[in-house]
């Protein structure tokens, strides 16, 4: 079956303007997590979903960033007013047991 | 901030050759997860072990941990041009979420 998707796979924003991530999900996958991967580092949490409740924001940065999963499948993650430390590459992942995470592909952002 | 450290940061070996990298991490666990990450792409799972766990096998893979020295290993033997790529530990200590370490950057030259 088909894996987590993210779109776009690559964003080029100026500093101030806001964008909007988005991850499918593998279809029947209840929890969702977002993660941020700084250039040469490993990935940090951000969030994480249970269906659409969101249980746990506290790897947000700031509140320019926020996340929802209004149906309990997809999920966007806006980032508002955008800055250059913002540029990363933002990972979505899904999981069906509460332990393995499958994960997206990832969308680059590059903030200028 | 992260917490499981990887060591090395950066290792190169021989087609063939067996490599280990190392993690170790600071607070106590559920399990512990290695996932390798190709240049450019998402994360891959590669096997999880459980903290009431000591090894565990999968394919070319052996992991292991030690609960009492907080670290665990990822050795792959007999190493493939396949098998470059950056490897990494992640802790989950409940609530789900993964910590992941920085990561040991594998070449393996043909």
Redesign the interface.
Same mark, same amino acid.
């Given at each position: 079956g088909a894996g987590v998707s993210q779109s776009p796979r690559y964003k080029v924003a100026k500093r101030g303007q806001d964008v909007a991530l988005r991850c499918d999900p593998i279809s029947g996958h209840v929890s969702l997590f977002w993660y941020q991967q700084a250039l040469g580092q490993g990935p940090e949490f951000l969030t994480y979903f249970q269906n659409e409740a969101q249980l746990d924001k506290s790897g947000l940065p700031s509140d320019r960033f926020f996340a929802e999963r209004p149906e309990g499948s997809v999920s966007t993650l806006k980032i508002q007013r955008t800055q250059q430390e913002d540029s990363a590459v933002y990972l979505c992942a899904s999981s069906f047991d509460a332990e393995t995470q499958y994960f997206g592909p990832g969308t680059r952002l590059l903030v200028l | 901030s $992260?917490q %499981?450290e990887e060591d090395p940061q950066a290792l190169s070996i021989q087609e063939g050759e067996n490599a280990t990298m190392n993690c170790s991490y600071k607070t106590s666990i559920n399990?512990l $997860?290695w996932?390798r990450q190709n240049s450019g792409? %998402? !994360? *891959?799972?590669l096997i !999880?072990i459980r903290s009431n766990e000591r090894e565990k096998h999968s394919g070319r893979l052996r992991v292991t941990l030690d609960t009492s020295k907080k670290s665990s290993s990822l050795l792959i033997t007999a190493s493939r041009a396949a098998d470059t790529a950056s490897y =990494?530990c /992640?802790i989950?200590r409940g /609530?789900?979420? !993964? *910590? =992941?370490? $920085? %990561?040991t950057r594998l070449t393996i030259n043909p």
């Open positions: - | $992260q %499981g399990n $997860q996932y792409r %998402g !994360l *891959v799972h !999880l =990494f /992640a989950e /609530a789900q979420k !993964l *910590v =992941f370490g $920085q %990561g």
